[in-house]
């Protein structure tokens, strides 16, 4: 019996509209990429599961996706570990493998690995699927593309800058408003260091972030339920009212965090950036955003995350500087900055609004009606020509009837379409038919090709 | 303790070097395909389990790498089986889901599930990487890329002759020899028709084969040893013998065959592909191959292979005409026929004979030696206006010592580096080196511009 075909929960298939339009999007975040000196690599897509437990928290090893072991994988279990039936000590013991969770342990993995052959400051990009057991539901998959772009072995500003800067550029050539927000994990710590809560900064980060929507006392309310002192929420508000432009915030951060030294390293680190940024033609809004708080046991000086102006969704882009990334795997003191693009989620925006130019999704150009066996090896011979020209073309492979072939073209948005009868033949000619138009026209190959580019 | 970082063995990092290098290659694939109207499509890595096995023999079956089940997977296990330490039956207790072994299974699987949005015929190629718990040994990987080209839903003739034109095409591009072997299911079928040994083909494919190595006598020995009767050897001797032009050959046949009409039909079809070829600008050569007999119950009228002439290695590209592919999703009677160029191949043949174009590799073309804040934040708008004309550009991030610098863009082969100084800001100019000659020269950003282009 047939089987009813179907793929895993969470994965998708892409058909060729799909593709030509997801490729627009990586085209154009890799050309940028380039532009910018950064250099691709690719990694495979199953890790040890050495490299990759523990690097997600708990809950980031239970949606790691893992690998049977090959052959009798049963026989060198514990059999005691078996009669218990304990799932997770049995793991350890059947799959050695799993597939790839993000794109930066890999990359950590990969420096530390290759270090003798690579030149530091080490500027890679890298835009392959990465994969979480997550539960699938509307924008969250388990199988997503991320576009990693990161510059090791360097602490300069020049490169946060640099990184804004490729925000700027891509989604100027997507056609997508955003805005940036900035924040730096310096003034976070020097937060907590000035209120004596160093442990409660994550905390505080997420009641601040309320204060548009439940307002000032609840704010409050909210940090007095998390045993904060009534002391530090009295230092903290000028924080947690903090608002004007951007100079205006550093400026009373500079005040607040005068008796922090970390915090006011992260206040000129951020300023710093601003300064840069302020002499280039960036137009993006980049906004000092201090509720900005992702991976924070993870950063150690900038974190940036960027939203679309005309779409609720979440963040579509986000990263920070890391101090310690390869540390884990052996090599310290290499301090690192990088963003993620979330092809996935740019799909959607770029669905939603229909942000498409015309010409990213064209296919074949050109389809040479199919008569017969003679008129299609004279068809063939002309769509050398053409397709030397560059010009993507096609004879339609069997003599089906008229209508077949001209709704094929219809389908595939096919703009032009060349007939070669006896006639046309005779005169070493074809009639090319304009599929937008209508018109029709007898004509050399050689000016078929000059009309249809 | 820090973790000596690896990856699992059989699998591959990719540097810079190397992606370009596998990037001249994948990009030289996907422009043919796209110039012959095939369309792009892509599947997810994971597939049901139910999708993939029974589809690759008992030895594919073992050769997938199998997904783990999230969660408690051993609750649900039969005590029984997991007493018995059973591997084969636990793993389909245990597992759901697996990684694709090949494009063809999902390709066809694609085909079934969205028939209704696809129009026939229909042209696909796809370039994804597969996975296969082989043994690894040189030039076997348990990850490697393959890059389909099908069409299905049409049995014309005109479509193996331009899978032949894409071969000639893609491997002239690559500047790699190479010769087309053409052999066809039927004229298989018929040879074993003739002798009355229908189920000794691959037996008989196999001896002759070795026809060149061991001479006719230890050939007729090794069918006699095949169990083959003394009249069926008698009869094959024509055929074991075959030699000559294509032409030759298929006059050969014609005769050898003439009580089989299956035969018959698979030799007019060869002639007509040499025919139509003939016509053509294809100048790789083609010759009819009757050992050539992979993927055997499975193809049912061409077959092809392709080899590299300047270096020893097995087949780079191969495929044929298979006229049920769908039949086990449940689509009947839908003929297809395409070509699998074996991506990681291709990589060694090309790295072997280093037949990479220059320009192939060219990263960053411009480095900005970075002297300091001021003259950095000079470079930083220099290099907004060089980008912005398509060049590929980066400044040092640190103002690092000039050699450390110099170092850089030799390692990274940039071909110019951009000095800004004092006089260069005070003049609106920079200074631009040739790092292939050693010449400098004082120039504003738009003669640099035009002399880097």
């Not at 500087?321 to 390869?326: C, H, I, M, W």
Request: proline share 3%; glycine share 6%; with cysteine.
């Amino acid at each position: 019996m047939a089987q009813k075909p179907a793929i895993p929960k969470g994965t998708r298939d892409f058909s060729p509209i799909e593709m030509a339009k997801r490729n627009f999007i990586f085209d154009t975040i890799k050309s940028v990429f380039l532009k910018y000196g950064y250099q691709p690599i690719e990694t495979p897509a199953m890790e040890n599961l050495s490299t990759l437990m523990g690097k997600y928290g708990e809950e980031g090893d239970k949606l790691l996706f893992k690998i049977l072991n090959s052959g009798d994988f049963l026989s060198k279990v514990n059999d005691q570990v078996l009669t218990e039936k304990n799932s997770i000590k049995t793991t350890t013991q059947i799959s050695e493998k799993g597939l790839r969770y993000d794109l930066t342990v890999p990359f950590a993995r990969f420096v530390v690995q290759h270090q003798n052959d690579i030149t530091f400051p080490f500027k890679r990009y890298q835009i392959q699927p990465v994969w979480r057991a997550d539960r699938p539901q509307k924008g969250r998959y388990r199988e997503f593309y991320q576009c990693d772009v990161d510059v090791v072995g360097s602490d300069s500003l020049m490169n946060e800058v640099e990184l804004i800067q490729i925000v700027d550029d891509v989604y100027k050539s997507l056609n997508i408003n955003v805005v940036v927000k900035l924040n730096n994990r310096k003034i976070l710590t020097g937060i907590a260091e000035i209120i004596g809560e160093a442990d409660k900064i994550v905390d505080i980060t997420v009641a601040i972030d309320k204060l548009d929507k439940i307002g000032l006392d609840k704010v409050n309310e909210e940090l007095r339920q998390k045993n904060l002192s009534e002391n530090a929420i009295e230092k903290l508000q000028p924080i947690i009212k903090l608002e004007g432009t951007n100079a205006e915030k550093i400026h009373t951060l500079k005040t607040v965090l005068a008796q922090s030294e970390t915090g006011l390293k992260g206040v000129d680190e951020v300023e710093k950036v601003f300064e840069y940024l302020s002499t280039l033609d960036v137009t993006t809004e980049v906004e000092l955003d201090l509720t900005l708080a992702r991976g924070l046991n993870y950063y150690t000086g900038a974190i940036f995350e960027v939203k679309a102006l005309d779409v609720q969704i979440g963040s579509i882009t986000g990263g920070g500087r890391y101090d310690d990334l390869t540390g884990i795997f052996g090599l310290k003191d290499v301090s690192g900055v990088g963003i993620s693009f979330g092809a996935d989620r740019i799909y959607d925006v770029m669905n939603t609004l229909d942000l498409y130019p015309k010409e990213s999704i064209v296919s074949t150009q050109l389809l040479f009606i199919n008569f017969g066996e003679k008129e299609a090896l004279y068809s063939l011979k002309s769509l050398q020509k053409v397709r030397a020209a560059g010009i993507k073309a096609e004879l339609y492979p069997d003599a089906a009837k008229m209508k077949k072939q001209m709704n094929y073209a219809n389908k595939k948005e096919i703009s032009f379409v060349a007939m070669a009868g006896e006639d046309e033949i005779n005169a070493g000619k074809i009639t090319l038919k304009n599929m937008t138009t209508g018109d029709q026209q007898l004509v050399t190959i050689e000016e078929a090709i000059e009309i249809i580019k």
